[in-house]
């Protein structure tokens, strides 16, 4: 029997296998023994005849692919790279890779290349709490564990989807409550989540910061802010005050949609609650002031000194699997290595590290700038920006336009695949090995359970052998992924609070690590934690008389993204529709929908079809497709955040036509 982790969602679940058989790890503190219908059924996406399994290349995009060697297509890419302008070169990588993946191809691109422009699909789904961490904690930690919900009073979820994005988590929630755990879930859907919720709020979508300024504003007022903790642990807390003396509580109630009394019953449990963790994902990430959402949320803890103590703290909610192990390595390109920045101090850490003079100071390209930055080469690992990213006809025309498109994957079924010249065949989950960083830090081993299929590479090897054919066999020349963590986690030495040097792989196939378990304190270089005065100025996409409704976006359950693991010809993973759009009866009966009707849903942007699903659990004028329908980004709005660049998902303005 051999014991691996998940490779689906930022919970992490451990895992037993025996040959052709899953089963759930009961000694794994995270699932103890449990898992979700997704990663029971993992072995499905290793055998699934969609896979791509021989390196494939074309001249341009109109002829077809023909079967290539992996002498050849790695040549061409070297060649193609070594005649381009550095800032002609882009890297866009992916939470489903592990952290050794990671870790060579972010020493290639910004050691080696002097490309900053090496970004994740993080971009697009925590990007704005880590700027949030940053700006207040003074660091992109996660002050808080999952288990930390057996220790708390209230649990508050606010743009969370648990029971669907993060199942096994929300197992435990379940499990907490018998324990004497309260939960408030805040969102426009009464989604399962809230279900469970002992107090829902049904928030209008784009409200959140009204909702925490709220908050903060009845904390202040009746001095339940922890005083000794404000005057000697925070920034900025005489002129925060000052500042929600003006706040227009009624103007702000009323933008949440929330009725008075709703939110008294709220209060009533949050002030009565002595350890309080606020839990959140992408209903705030996924904004145009995803930033400002988070610090509001934040806020709430710093007034109240509710963070460094068990059972307290803001509680991120990761989607990909090794998403935070990403962001440890520097696969952000608004951080170095090991979160570190661009600063001169840094760079002189990295260079001498790395032994390198290539570094480049400049911040790179985020994920969300690449596409329409006329790249000459762009590299794209396990992820697909045609499909994920918003307003896909601008994704589509500014992706034909670049010379060099390589897609380093395990599947043949992307939407990106279609503008690509080049395709190289990785390893999937169970086919390789590494580590990865679950959503609370945990860092865990995944093993290889199966033979690498034919012609497939891991990752770290394929970057590898890009990195030899360009002239750096000395700096890469690593046998194992091993090799390739022991530098690693020999770099983290260079910041003074990522202690992740004190694991090696012998300890990590007995138990996961938790790194930063010491930290206790903020991370500035005050060591205090700074308030952010923030206030909704109403950047989102407004509805109007054409375009009436907002639409909303974000997983089903039993669905990883847009299928390309589970929904398989081998695979029964189909309890919910790929492809619906949530109503409310009353626009459903203006509209004269009924129950299954084909309708078109329209934006300024695009228009997909998809079929009505009425339910009473939405609100009036709001929408909800599910990101397992390939073609919602036709309709999503490319709108950014000014700190984060994280997109705006989920404040499109569209309309509906019955078909």
């Not at 919900?149 to 969370?160: C, D, M, Q, R």
């Not at 000459?376 to 336009?401: G, W």
């Amino acid at each position: 029997m051999i014991k691996s982790v998940c490779g689906y969602c930022g919970v992490g679940c451990g895992l037993e296998y025996e040959p052709h058989k899953l089963i759930g790890d009961v000694a794994y503190p995270t699932n103890e023994g449990k898992l979700c219908s997704k990663g029971i059924s993992e072995l499905v996406s290793i055998q699934t005849p969609t896979r791509l399994l021989r390196p494939h290349m074309r001249k341009s995009i109109e002829q077809p692919f023909g079967v290539s060697t992996w002498e050849e297509a790695i040549a061409t890419i070297a060649n193609t790279i070594k005649a381009t302008p550095k800032e002609k070169i882009g890297f866009y990588l992916s939470g489903q890779m592990l952290t050794e993946d990671y870790y060579i191809a972010n020493k290639l691109a910004k050691g080696f290349l002097g490309t900053n422009s090496i970004d994740t699909n993080s971009r697009t789904c925590m990007a704005s709490a880590v700027v949030a961490y940053k700006k207040s904690l003074g660091a992109d930690f996660v002050p808080v564990r999952m288990e930390d919900i057996f220790k708390s009073n209230l649990l508050i979820l606010a743009g969370a989807n648990t029971a669907e994005a993060h199942v096994v988590f929300h197992n435990q929630i379940k499990k907490a409550k018998k324990e004497g755990l309260k939960v408030v879930v805040i969102d426009p859907r009464f989604t399962d989540t809230a279900k469970i919720a002992d107090l829902y709020l049904p928030i209008k979508a784009g409200s959140d910061i009204d909702f925490f300024n709220l908050l903060s504003k009845r904390i202040i007022d009746e001095k339940l802010y922890d005083e000794d903790f404000v005057h000697t642990k925070l920034e900025n807390f005489e002129s925060f005050v000052n500042k929600f003396k003006r706040i227009p509580t009624t103007k702000m109630l009323k933008r949440t949609g929330l009725s008075m009394p709703i939110f008294e019953a709220f209060w009533q449990l949050y002030k009565n609650s002595p350890n309080i963790i606020t839990a959140w994902t992408m209903g705030l990430n996924q904004s145009s002031q995803g930033v400002d959402k988070n610090l509001a949320l934040i806020n709430t803890h710093l007034l109240t000194g509710k963070i460094f103590k068990e059972g307290n703290g803001p509680l991120s909610l990761t989607g990909q699997p090794n998403a935070m192990g990403g962001r440890e390595v520097g696969g952000l390109s608004t951080m170095l290595a090991v979160h570190l920045g661009f600063d001169e101090a840094s760079i002189a850490k990295v260079s001498q590290f790395w032994k390198t003079d290539n570094i480049n100071p400049q911040v790179g390209l985020t994920a969300t700038q690449m596409l329409h930055a006329n790249l000459d080469v762009l590299i794209i690992c396990h992820t697909d920006p045609i499909y994920h990213l918003p307003n896909r006809h601008k994704n589509e025309a500014s992706l034909r336009k670049i010379a060099l498109v390589v897609e380093i994957n395990a599947y043949e079924n992307s939407e990106s695949a279609a503008f690509a010249h080049i395709r190289l065949p990785a390893a999937p989950w169970g086919e390789k090995e590494g580590t990865q960083t679950n959503l609370d830090r945990t860092i865990t081993k995944q093993e290889r359970l199966t033979r690498t299929s034919i012609d497939c590479k891991s990752d770290w090897q394929i970057f590898q052998l890009l990195a030899q054919a360009l002239g750096y066999k000395e700096q890469f020349n690593f046998d194992t992924p091993q090799a390739i963590f022991d530098e690693y986690k020999a770099m983290t030495r260079l910041n003074g609070y990522m202690d992740i040097y004190k694991t090696s792989y012998e300890e990590l196939v007995k138990k996961p690590f938790v790194w930063g378990e010491e930290i206790r304190d903020f991370l500035t270089p005050n060591q205090k934690g700074v308030l952010h005065f923030v206030q909704n100025h109403l950047l989102s996409e407004k509805p109007n008389l054409e375009y009436p409704f907002v639409l909303l976006t974000g997983r089903t359950r039993d669905q990883w993204h847009s299928g390309t693991k589970t929904n398989l010809p081998t695979t029964l993973l189909k309890y919910k529709a790929l492809n619906f759009c949530e109503i409310h009866p009353h626009d459903a009966k203006e509209l004269g929908i009924n129950e299954g009707d084909s309708i078109e849903v329209i934006s300024r942007r695009g228009k997909v079809q998809t079929k009505a699903l009425i339910t009473p659990t939405i609100r009036e004028k709001t929408l909800f497709i599910p990101i397992s329908n390939r073609e919602i980004n036709y309709l999503t709005n490319d709108i950014l955040d000014k700190e984060s660049l994280q997109p705006d998902y989920n404040h499109s303005a569209v309309k509906v036509n019955k078909l």
